[in-house]
């Protein structure tokens, strides 16, 4: 893969991240009932830190030449109050990001990178932490 397709799916990274900040925010806000005492602090800490891999992302694809998106994934964010709604749809965005990582990671490996590994791989780690989180809270 040449650094023109990776700063590419690197930008399809950080879409997801720019949606998830949104959608973590939109949630943490709507949650209602006893469960907002559990996940309004959990949405707000995967809020911060897809804004945090989202800095990250962003500096990487201009450290490889390239503009980062500045849209998120056009990808719906499903308003409901529903704290299971809002865990199915934080599962299934956590999911797409970690696909996307895991393709990102293997790219690098071929292009030799060991910085650019080294911060992508600390947040293919973390998606794959809050998917673990997510699907143990679904249970």
Known sequence: MTEHNLIQILNEA???ELRAANMYAHYAANIRGINRLQLSPLFTSE???STAHADIVR???VKLGGVPVTERNSHEIIHTTQFDEMLVYS???ETQAATVYS???VEIEILG???LHDAIEQI???ELRSLEELR???E
Request: charged share 25%; net charge negative; hydrophobic share 55%.
């Open 103 to 105: 393709k990102i990671m």
């Open 91 to 93: 599962l299934e965005t």
């Open 59 to 61: 500096k990487a694809i």
């Open 47 to 49: 809020a911060t830190e």
């Open 124 to 126: 293919y780690l973390a």
């Open 113 to 115: 990178d060991q910085d």
């Open 136 to 138: 143990l809270l679904m």
């Open 14 to 16: 950080l879409g997801w």
